[in-house]
């Protein structure tokens, strides 16, 4: 059984930065994909980038909200995924998920695409 974990969430204020971990239990992220997501209270779930684990490849949303705030990277001797956000806004709180997917010629970007999903942890920025 595949489980991933998310890691990093917390309280920071206007401005500061986080760094949220995936990592992954089971098996590697080997020719998979992971993906980061995210849900503000009563809006949909919000896809924030892709990463192509085999040579590091990142698809990010083209989210005017998010875009250049926010980087994927991958640490491969510790099998993890980041995500490194950065400028936060009160508009970021949200639970931030990962996701991981078979990893085909196009990265996915789609809720649906994605078959195992961590538990989601919970960021909270205060204006």
């Known amino acids: 059984q595949v489980q991933l974990v998310e890691s990093g969430g917390g309280l920071v204020q206007a401005g500061g930065s986080l760094r949220l971990s995936c990592a992954a239990s089971g098996r590697t992220f080997s020719n998979y994909a992971v993906g980061w997501f995210r849900q503000a209270p009563g809006k949909e779930r919000e896809f924030i980038g892709v990463i192509r684990w085999n040579n590091g490849f990142t698809v990010d949303t083209d989210s005017v909200s998010v875009k250049g705030r926010f980087t994927l990277s991958r640490d491969v001797a510790k099998n993890t995924v980041s995500l490194q956000m950065n400028r936060l806004g009160p508009e970021d709180t949200a639970v931030y998920y990962c996701?991981?997917?078979?990893?085909?010629?196009?990265?996915?970007?789609?809720?649906?695409?994605?078959?195992?999903w961590g538990q989601g942890t919970q960021v909270t920025v205060s204006s």
């Open positions: 996701a991981s997917a078979p990893a085909g010629i196009n990265l996915p970007r789609r809720e649906y695409q994605f078959d195992y």
